[in-house]
Nanobody, 117 residues
């Protein structure tokens, strides 16, 4: 079965960095775009970034452009999100999600990122 397992979250001060990882299994990883989606307390989910199957094409929401970098290692079935210059407004539960046109069909359990002094 499809499994997505995120890790790497934690508590970090403003301006700090974290690297999130997502281990994928149970499907042909190289056949799917992958995304990071986050949900802040009391808010709905919001798309953060996505990456194409080959890892060459990436997209970001405006608020994280220049600070976050998405990448993937297709040999290891891994997805990553390098987050730099973190801000309190980045605090959220971060999910990796398998992407299909118009929807995310599988999500992981999420990893908590808290940015606070």
């Amino acid at each position: 079965q499809v499994q997505l397992v995120e890790s790497g979250g934690g508590l970090v001060q403003p301006g700090g960095s974290l690297r999130l990882s997502c281990a994928a299994s149970g499907f042909t990883f190289t056949s799917y775009y992958m995304s990071w989606v986050r949900q802040a307390p009391g808010k709905g989910p919001e798309w953060v970034s996505n990456i194409n199957t080959g890892g060459v094409s990436t997209r970001y929401r405006d608020s994280v452009k220049g600070r976050f970098t998405i990448s993937r290692d297709n040999a290891k079935n891994m997805l990553y999100l390098q987050m730099n210059s973190l801000k309190p407004e980045d605090t959220a539960l971060y999910y990796c999600a398998r992407s299909r046109p118009g929807l995310y069909d599988y999500w992981g359990q999420g990893t908590q990122v808290t940015v606070s002094s």
